[in-house]
């Protein structure tokens, strides 16, 4: 057998020794580093990827909690209303005043447009042209035509009813319809307000007879003795009105701000009615923030000390390509569960973290302040070391000193220590540690750890990472693999020229040995 490549290759031709199976079998021998440099390359990608993981479940706690070292966190306020059926209001700057008297309350009212209904005895079939329901030209031209505000229009005596209703809304200043359920027409202004006429008057034809139509106009009240005509009149718009604190107000919309606070008009009050809005601290939302920090941070360290606890199985390495196509898709899964199993077991980089943040929790607060412990306000950590630092919340005993020491409660969270190092911060300052509230040094603490993981394993967006140490790691894993492919490939065309030698060596030395047994006639 004859097999070319960059070299003549002649196998096991003279021998009869199996030469492909050998040469295999001595590559693979020899490509037991190279295997380890491609495992060992597929588990740094995939502590790569459990860093970034990390990293974004730190991120996603930071954005539930950053707001909390704020004081406007604190600060927010609601509104209560004595009848949210007259006003409500929302808080949406800083007030000056806690309660506001409201009287004399008008809502906005929007411009009304001129509309005329004509309720008919008998019913028309729209889909009937003119000639159909009886309408007559009186000219000879085959036309039929009306006026409106002045204006003649004129339509075919072809034109079914639902046409001339149609060119009326598209041509004229007037919306014209007709309800074969009501057996009426209706006629509305286009334009909304005082000053604008609904005026029909008699064409070339008898076209206003035959539809049951009257002339007159809503403006000079022609239509109001009619039993059969509904008229509303167009009106202007007016604006909202309504006395605060004994200051009058007015606004085009239903919506008036005064003192960091909207007032929402719903509907009037009556002769000497007052509604009362008052505004307190909305301890239900400043609540609600505290709950969502302490459920984030227990889901957080839930998440990481899951994955520090997590085993290894080392007999599990990363599969190979050659590998995988002996096994079954079930099988590869399998495997992989147990290979990406352990991927930060022990990770020094988390394990400090978590330490640092239950340190920060359970530093008392330097402050002046009632309370400089969370346990005062009712957080704590739990008593069972299998939670590994996880707090627990008393929601009573929180809504309680929210309710009645707000202020302080605010001072725990927001109060940022000071320092001469403009560089300082809660992470490396002792001092401005001890000195700042719970939200700051943790909202410092998840900074850091972020930057240290960007340095790690690279951005939670990069999509390209060059520069972290994790980048760095497979881009020489990289370099050293290929360098082994070679070596590799080197000692397998190697091993071919030997073996292609001896084959040649042998094909000579049995063509010598014919030729002298033939000579010899043997």
Known sequence: MINTSNTLRVSGLASGMNTDEIVESLVRAQSARLYKMQQTKTWTTWKTDAYRDVNKKVDEFNRAMRDLRLQSSFNKQIAI??????????????????SYEIKDVQPAKPATTATVKFFLSSSLDPSKTLEDLGVTDENGTGKASIKINGDV??????????????????????????????????????????????????????????????????????????PNVSVVKGTNASPAKMWINGLEFRSETNSITYDGVTFTIKGATEAGQSVNIMTKSDTDAIFNSIKTFVDKYNELIKELNDRLSEKRYRDYPPLLDEQKKEMKENEIKLWEEKAKSGLLASDSTISSFLAEMRNSLSTMVQNDGAFHTLKEIGIDFSSNYLDKGKLELNEEKLKAVLQSNLEDVKKLFTTKGTSEDPKSTTVNDKNMHDQSGFAWRIYERLNETTSKLIKLSGSITSTVDTQSFMAKQLKNLDENISREQTKIKAYEERLWRQFTAMEKALQKMNSQSSWLYQQLGM
Do not use: C, H, R, W
């Open 153 to 226: 229009y004129e339509f075919n005596l072809t034109d079914t009813l639902s046409t001339v209703l149609s060119e009326i809304t598209n041509n004229s200043p007037i919306n014209a319809s007709y309800s074969e359920t009501e057996k009426s027409f209706t006629f509305s202004n286009d334009m909304a307000g005082e000053g604008y006429d609904i005026k029909l008057e008699k064409g070339s034809s008898n076209l206003l007879d035959i539809l049951g139509l009257t002339e007159g106009s809503i403006i000079e009240g022609s239509f109001e003795s009619n």
């Open 81 to 98: 209303s004595t009848n949210e059926n007259i006003i409500s209001a929302t808080v949406g700057g800083k007030q000056s005043m806690s």
